[in-house]
């Protein structure tokens, strides 16, 4: 079941950042298929990651949570400023998109886990 879990999560991920930046004009195919990359090896680095790590103990969950969402926030700014960075990119735009499209597929995340715990 977790692996249904994780999964489910990193397509949820996936479409939501992708529809994200595609809102606010970054709809160039090298952008979403870079996007896509940098949101699957990150979502899936980080549910393993926090699987594995906190299997025995659920007390520092948040504490990996916290520390690997700002990792990933950074990890996926920086691979789109490289990817943008023939377009002269604006960096505190990207760095902020990448921050706000993190907090939605989370949010959107928590609403679907919440849902299965339910069914």
């Known amino acids: 079941m977790p692996h249904l879990r994780i999964a489910l999560g990193c ?10 930046f595609f809102a606010f004009g970054y709809k160039k195919k ?6 896509v990359i940098a949101n ?13 790590n906190t299997l025995n103990s659920r007390s520092d969950y948040y504490i990996w949570l916290l520390a690997l969402e700002a990792a990933v926030i950074i ?18 735009e990207i760095l902020l998109l990448t ?4 907090a939605a597929s989370f ?13």
Do not use: C, H
């Not at 699957?40 to 594995?52: E, R």
């Open 40 to 52: 699957v090896t990150s979502n899936l680095a980080i549910n393993y990651i926090i699987f594995f």
């Open 75 to 92: 990890y996926e700014a920086l691979i789109y400023l490289w990817e943008q960075r023939k377009e002269n990119p604006r960096k505190l």
């Open 30 to 35: 090298r952008f979403v298929i870079t996007e």
């Open 99 to 102: 921050l706000a499209a993190n």
């Open 11 to 20: 397509l949820l991920t996936v479409i939501v950042e992708v529809l994200f």
């Open 107 to 119: 949010l959107a995340g928590v609403g679907l886990y919440s849902l299965m715990d339910i069914i």
